[in-house]
Antibody, heavy 120, light 110 residues
Framework: QVQLQESGPGLVRPSETLSLTCTVSGGSISTYYWHWIRQPAGKGLEWIGRIYISGTTKYNPSVQSRVTMSVDTSKNQFSLKLSSATAADTAVYYC??????????????WGPGTLVTVSP | QSVLTQPPSASGTPGQRVTISCSGSSSNIGSNTVNWYQQFPGTAPKLLIYRNNQRPSGVPDRFSGSKSGTSASLAISGLQSEDEADYYCAAWDDSLNGPVFGGGTKLTVL
């Protein structure tokens, strides 16, 4: 059974970089697309971006200038960095998997989520 | 402001059939398949329906999905108290080259 687990600081100071890692267990990180999604408290879901094992990325324009994703196949992990954090970045951050894009882009496995608060 | 439009709330009594609508545009629902996610408070979303009307293993057949043009619907028949949750529609968006979501519908079982 594939499992995803997010990890990283729960508190980030404004203007600093939010950094999270997703560890994949129970399956290989290869041949899938890996995504980050966030959800502010009481609000809906926002796709942040995705990465493939080749390192190819695609980011949401809403955060594109501040986001970097990377993958470490040797550790079965992928990561998110969001620079110049503001209070608007406070949310539960989820990592998730899809088998492909478009019609194959359903997110079939999700991590439990981790709350990141941006506050002084 | 979510890209896909859902009603904020829906309700029904046990045993009833409830539908939740999802409206989009030609760049998402109109040209791609629709997925539905179920989310309980404090937990991650779970894939409920994919490719408009397909159920992952373990999802009861009480849940069904459909799509027509730039709109989609999730139907839940034989409503049960355990179905009380938030439901999100999603579709690939060709402009974004990524998934877009609805704002979510909170389903209450009366």
């Amino acid at each position: 059974q594939v499992q995803l687990q997010e990890s990283g600081p729960g508190l980030v100071r404004p203007s600093e970089t939010l950094s999270l890692t997703c560890t994949v267990s129970g399956g290989s990180i290869s041949t899938y697309y890996w995504h980050w999604i966030r959800q502010p408290a009481g609000k809906g879901l926002e796709w942040i971006g995705r990465i493939y094992i080749s390192g190819t990325t695609k980011y949401n324009p809403s955060v594109q200038s501040r986001v970097t994703m990377s993958v470490d196949t040797s550790k079965n992990q992928f990561s998110l960095k969001l620079s110049s954090a503001t209070a608007a970045d406070t949310a539960v951050y989820y990592c998730a998997r899809s088998r492909g894009l478009a019609a194959a882009g359903s997110l079939d496995y999700w991590g439990p989520g981790t709350l990141v608060t941006v506050s002084p | 402001q979510s890209v896909l439009t859902q009603p904020p709330s829906a309700s029904g009594t046990p045993g009833q059939r409830v539908t939740i609508s999802c409206s989009g545009s030609s760049s998402n629902i109109g040209s791609n398949t629709v997925n539905w996610y179920q989310q309980f408070p404090g937990t991650a979303p779970k894939l409920l329906i994919y490719r408009n009307n397909q159920r992952p293993s373990g999802v009861p057949d009480r849940f069904s999905g459909s799509k027509s043009g730039t709109s989609a619907s999730l139907a839940i028949s034989g409503l049960q108290s355990e179905d009380e949750a938030d439901y999100y529609c999603a579709a690939w968006d060709d402009s974004l080259n990524g998934p877009v979501f609805g704002g979510g519908t909170k389903l209450t079982v009366l």
